[in-house]
């Protein structure tokens, strides 16, 4: 790939990104915007922007230059004991769902504190598992396996009526690459498409299966990847209907490789009634692992999504990532998976 330093030079300081980034919008100022941050990587500043970034990536979107923006921020980010630590727990769910429902006995971290408020109480689960080979894979995603488990069984039950399912539970490395660690992302990348051996990935995870669609220009690696809805309505599978009314959530991810066109058919396929948001695609708040780390720009953005959501009048809303589920439910919204949908 491109350096880092030379992927600057296109862009042209338009401000088109602005107002599609999440922080720029929360706090107006430009070390924290896309411009700010490519800017202070052009100059080699040690700019704070660089942590301060919740790697939607939404800027691309809105960039007329097509500047690369993920390729210039990966490589200025920075790592740390505990983002590693998370990467770990992230790479293996077993471990993940066994040092989660610990996690109350060491409650006076500040992270724990904060991990917990966005945790229902006896949510955490172990990951579905399968010993069969499979037609096609299963991978529900890190956080979907252990802390919405039911969803993945839903998945599972309604996929098995006419394939032979395996799953593969493990990260898919959108974490690890939005920490800077390219490294990382690129060993599970790899270590992926050995295990599923050119068989179809379905993901419940929407920005997990964007980001896999990526691998092949971070990592000159090729999986089958598909969101779960994109599967369903490229399959031509018959969908049961819905009765009711939502406003749909699309992951930034998601958004970005236009997987939401799917999400949108397979739910207009179903017949549920939509009630629109303002920004359907804009960020909500958890940015991965930021509401975490990054608490107070997290609520900030949060609250800005909170405000586009309501405009919808909706009570229920769809959404097909965990984290941004997690987000969303804080807000006091029930939140559905196009899975969650299938056995009503």
């Known amino acids: ?200 990935v379905i993901t419940l995870q929407s920005n997990c299966a964007a980001f896999m669609k990526e691998y092949k220009e971070w990592f000159g690696i090729e999986i089958n990847s598909n969101d779960f809805a994109e599967f369903l309505i490229k399959e031509g599978i018959e969908l049961p209907k819905v009765s009711d009314i939502f406003t749909i959530h699309y992951p930034c991810h998601a958004y970005r490789q236009k997987l939401t066109t799917h999400i949108r058919n397979a739910v207009e396929k179903m017949g549920v009634k939509i009630s629109e948001m303002e920004d359907p695609h804009f960020e909500c708040g958890a940015g991965g692992d930021y509401w975490i780390s990054h608490p107070k720009l997290s609520d900030m953005v949060i609250n800005v999504k909170k405000e586009k959501i309501a405009k919808s009048k909706a009570k229920k809303v769809i959404v097909t990532n965990s984290v941004c589920a997690l987000a969303i439910r804080s807000m006091g919204y029930d939140v559905y998976h196009i899975a969650d949908l299938l056995d009503t």
């Open 1 to 200: 790939m491109i350096s880092s330093l030379k992927l600057t030079e296109m862009c042209t300081h338009c401000g088109f990104c602005l107002e599609t980034c999440p922080t720029y919008v929360v706090t107006r100022n430009e070390v924290h915007s896309p411009r700010g941050r490519i800017e202070a990587v052009r100059l080699g500043i040690n700019s704070v922007g660089f942590e301060t970034c919740m790697y939607c990536r939404l800027c691309e979107t809105a960039c007329p230059a097509g500047v690369k923006y993920g390729q210039i921020i990966t490589p200025v980010r920075k790592s740390s004991t505990k983002k590693t630590l998370m990467e770990k727990m992230l790479e293996n769910p077993k471990l993940l769902s066994k040092s989660l429902k610990l996690l109350d006995k060491v409650s006076s971290y500040p992270e724990v504190e904060r991990f917990m408020k966005f945790i229902k109480p006896n949510e955490i689960s172990e990951p579905l598992e399968t010993n069969d080979e499979g037609d096609i894979i299963l991978f529900p995603g890190c956080i979907e396996s252990v802390i919405f488990r039911r969803t993945v069984e839903k998945a599972y039950k309604f996929l098995s009526k006419n394939y032979k399912i395996k799953i593969i539970n493990g990260c898919c490395g959108l974490a690890h690459i939005s920490n800077g660690n390219h490294e990382g992302a690129r060993k599970l990348a790899m270590k992926l498409a050995e295990k599923v051996k050119g068989k179809k």
